[in-house]
């Protein structure tokens, strides 16, 4: 068979195994893989680039799934790689380590005895000449964080590993174009409207908070290294920046030695783009190496302040970013040694005694700076919370705004960013099409949650929940998401005014228990689970309608974090107030129940999730009988007896006449 004809054999092969992974290992085409793989094998050491290449992306496709078809052939298919490491090809190259990630997820075991090699070789490609080669390997750091070897692993390795990291994490010369980052003195340039991509706003999604909460890696984060919008795709500066996050609070401290030494060099460093890219490390260190930093706080604080005026946008971007994530020590300090310069700079920007001059902001400072600013403010709002309600920076703040406000029309996109603001510190409102909506309804949201029960007579006087009823209903899932968002903040808030339209909602939020929207899914979850701890005895008639959907997502694989938590937590409350109806179905939730809330930060929600779960318990014992079996099993009887000598009589006695343990 000629080579061309074999490269587009295997071309429709990828696309196969890309699209049919479940059904080629079933037996209804009588597993077709058993001989698939042994084949894809023998071509990796085909003379053609292009098909080595097909061949490595076509049984990448059934790593993550553990195809017994490939785990048959498990070691073979690693020497292979092993074998394909140095290839010229990059997109042979780009598949090995892709495929080295996903083994290093599901297939540990087999690459610890090659890990210094394995370790070795992706510091090479992390440094690849072909990005998207380096893009691939870098995941890999980003998988071995979250691997209990990892410490082990890396502690040896960190001298290279963290400037490799640090190179990556600077702006490429295409980035640059792209952001037209080096145009010299930018604030003098008018924007013009297609150079300015206007900062969309995203729906609101509520998540629980964890107890090392920092910075959360959770798919709807808001919190995440978007600060180049114009190439908002995952990237080499991207995942670098998230890796060395993720390391820093796997090494804490310990990372500070080989950090240190390059944060000296690169945060005063005449070139930009370095600067730039010092102040992004900066950022990415601060929640795992917080304590280790503070030292050096007291000089990098002003410094940061003083690059908020900087000439180039980029720099002034990532200042806002970084400066947010070390605002919780900038507000614990006295309020005039750095939080009233911080909010000086900040809105120098749009403050001046004359009218011309503030109007001129678009000329002088342009759309874009603003935008930084509005998010500057906004993200400083969510990092410091109640410390910016006082009447001396509601002062500085609210003026300048609501100016700004006053100039803009109603389908101005630069509403979307002072909207968000408002919604840090509550007032104003308004929203024509789909974008408006969403972002009028998070808005709303914010007042709710600002005002809380302050909003009671605002919402008296309104048609918010007629209004509120069309959202829900809308074929946009962005608005529903936001709807069911607000539902939730006024279930918290006034339920008196909600409750009579229950009837109405309830059979909305159950049909849109649906995990193939996430977003949506989580905030129909976490607003039934407001719903009914106000209803209590009343959310009987509503159970049949949430309960099933609520089971099978939080017993699905691969159901995203946030939604699990919320999942888990609205489960728990229906059982606290209706443990009747809930108890019964108790033995098909309570593992993934157990495992999804053990992290989470201890508050009410997870207070009254927890009392329910008790209740259902003393409902159903047997619903956890497997459980206490299979741990008392696990342990082996010697261990129990001993474990079990030190309880208390009564619990010995409830052990056995409740479980039989």
């Known amino acids: 068979m000629s080579t061309e004809v074999l490269k587009g054999a295997f071309g429709a092969l990828q696309k196969i195994c890309e699209d049919s992974a479940e059904i080629l290992d079933s037996d209804i085409l009588e597993r077709p893989?058993?001989?698939?793989?042994?084949?894809?094998?023998?071509?990796?050491?085909?003379?053609?680039?292009?098909?080595?290449?097909?061949?490595?992306?076509?049984?990448?496709?059934?790593?993550?799934?553990?195809?017994?078809?490939?785990?048959?052939?498990?070691?073979?298919?690693?020497?292979?790689?092993?074998?394909?490491?140095?290839?010229?090809?990059?997109?042979?190259?780009?598949?090995?380590?892709?495929?080295?990630?996903?083994?290093?997820?599901?297939?540990?075991d087999r690459l610890l005895p090659?890990?210094?090699?394995?370790?070795?070789?992706?510091?090479q490609r992390t440094q690849d000449q072909d990005e998207n080669v380096a893009l691939e390997a870098c995941e890999f750091w980003l998988t071995l964080a979250e691997q209990s070897i990892?410490?082990?692993?890396?502690?040896?390795?960190?001298?290279?590993?963290?400037?490799?990291?640090?190179?990556?994490?600077?702006?490429?010369?295409?980035?640059?174009?792209?952001?037209k980052g080096d145009v010299e003195e930018d604030e003098a340039i008018p924007d013009s409207e297609q150079d300015i991509r206007p900062r969309f706003h995203r729906s609101r999604t509520v998540a629980q908070q964890h107890e090392e909460d920092g910075i959360e890696e959770d798919d709807d984060d808001d919190d995440e290294l978007d600060d180049d919008d114009t190439i908002s795709d995952w990237n080499?500066?991207?995942?670098?920046?998230?890796?060395?996050?993720?390391?820093?609070?796997?090494?804490?401290?310990?990372?500070?030695?080989?950090?240190?030494?390059?944060?000296?060099?690169?945060?005063?460093?005449?070139?930009?783009?370095?600067?730039?890219?010092?102040?992004?490390?900066?950022?990415?260190?601060?929640?795992?190496?917080?304590?280790?930093?503070?030292?050096?706080?007291?000089?990098?604080?002003?410094?940061?302040?003083?690059?908020?005026?900087?000439?180039?946008?980029?720099?002034?971007?990532?200042?806002?970013?970084?400066?947010?994530?070390?605002?919780?020590?900038?507000?614990?300090?006295?309020?005039?040694?750095?939080?009233?310069?911080?909010?000086?700079?900040?809105?120098?920007?749009i403050l001046d005694s004359n009218k011309?001059?503030?109007?001129?902001?678009?000329?002088?400072?342009?759309?874009?700076?603003?935008?930084?600013?509005?998010?500057?403010?906004?993200?400083?709002?969510?990092?410091?919370?109640?410390?910016?309600?006082?009447?001396?920076?509601?002062?500085?703040?609210?003026?300048?705004?609501?100016?700004?406000?006053?100039?803009?029309?109603?389908e101005d996109k630069d509403l979307f960013p002072l909207l968000e603001l408002h919604n840090a510190q509550p007032d104003q409102y308004e929203a024509p099409d789909k974008d408006f909506m969403i972002v009028a309804l998070d808005l709303l949201s914010g007042l709710a949650e600002g005002l809380g029960g302050n909003?009671?007579?605002?919402?008296?006087?309104?048609?918010?929940?007629?209004?509120?009823?069309?959202?829900?209903?809308?074929?946009?899932?962005?608005?529903?998401?936001?709807?069911?968002?607000?539902?939730?903040?006024?279930?918290?808030?006034?339920?008196?005014?909600?409750?009579?339209c229950i009837a109405d909602f309830m059979p909305i939020l159950g049909t849109n228990l649906n995990p193939e929207f996430i977003s949506v899914c989580n905030n129909a979850t976490w607003a039934i689970g407001e719903i009914s701890i106000q209803m209590g005895i009343e959310m009987q008639l509503y159970i049949p309608m949430v309960l099933h959907q609520l089971v099978e997502i939080i017993?699905?694989?691969?159901?995203?974090?946030?939604?699990?938590?919320?999942?888990?937590?609205?489960?728990?409350?229906?059982?606290?107030?209706?443990?009747?109806?809930?108890?019964?179905?108790?033995?098909?939730?309570?593992?993934?129940?157990?495992?999804?809330?053990?992290?989470?930060?201890?508050?009410?929600?997870?207070?009254?999730?927890?009392?329910?779960?008790?209740?259902?318990?003393t409902v159903n014992p047997s619903g956890v009988v497997q459980i206490l079996h299979g741990f008392k099993n696990q342990v082996g009887d010697e261990n129990w007896r001993r474990f079990s000598d030190q309880f208390p009589v009564p619990l010995k006695e409830r052990l056995a006449a409740y479980y039989g343990v």
């Open 555 to 617: 017993n699905r694989p691969n159901t995203p974090k946030t939604l699990l938590e919320n999942t888990a937590i609205t489960i728990g409350r229906l059982g606290y107030v209706c443990p009747q109806e809930v108890a019964p179905m108790l033995q098909q939730f309570i593992r993934p129940w157990c495992t999804s809330l053990r992290n989470i930060r201890d508050n009410e929600e997870k207070d009254s999730a927890f009392r329910g779960i008790c209740t259902m318990i």
């Open 33 to 108: 893989l058993n001989i698939m793989i042994p084949k894809f094998l023998q071509f990796f050491k085909h003379s053609s680039p292009k098909i080595r290449s097909h061949a490595v992306a076509c049984v990448n496709q059934f790593i993550i799934s553990k195809t017994q078809a490939l785990m048959m052939h498990i070691d073979a298919f690693i020497e292979n790689l092993f074998a394909l490491a140095g290839d010229e090809e990059p997109e042979v190259r780009k598949n090995v380590c892709r495929a080295l990630v996903m083994l290093l997820e599901v297939r540990m």
């Open 356 to 410: 011309r001059v503030q109007e001129a902001a678009c000329s002088k400072y342009q759309h874009k700076n603003l935008l930084i600013l509005y998010d500057a403010i906004g993200t400083l709002a969510d990092s410091v919370g109640h410390h910016l309600n006082k009447p001396e920076y509601i002062q500085m703040l609210m003026p300048p705004l609501i100016q700004k406000w006053n100039m803009l029309k109603d």
């Open 236 to 349: 080499l500066r991207k995942c670098s920046a998230a890796a060395l996050d993720v390391l820093a609070n796997v090494f804490r401290d310990e990372l500070l030695p080989h950090i240190l030494p390059l944060l000296k060099e690169l945060l005063f460093h005449p070139e930009w783009v370095v600067k730039e890219s010092g102040i992004l490390v900066l950022g990415a260190i601060a929640e795992g190496c917080m304590q280790g930093m503070i030292p050096y706080l007291p000089e990098l604080i002003p410094h940061l302040i003083q690059c908020l005026s900087d000439k180039k946008a980029l720099v002034r971007s990532i200042t806002c970013w970084t400066l947010s994530r070390y605002a919780h020590w900038v507000v614990s300090q006295p309020p005039d040694t750095y939080l009233k310069p911080l909010m000086t700079e900040l809105l120098k920007r």
């Open 150 to 179: 990892c410490k082990d692993v890396l502690c040896r390795h960190l001298t290279k590993l963290i400037p490799v990291l640090v190179n990556g994490m600077k702006y490429s010369e295409i980035d640059i174009i792209l952001l």
């Open 455 to 500: 909003i009671e007579q605002l919402v008296a006087r309104s048609n918010i929940l007629t209004l509120m009823y069309q959202c829900m209903q809308d074929k946009m899932p962005e608005v529903r998401q936001s709807s069911f968002a607000l539902l939730g903040d006024l279930t918290k808030a006034c339920f008196q005014h909600v409750k009579p």
């Open 114 to 123: 090659h890990m210094i090699s394995i370790v070795e070789y992706m510091l």
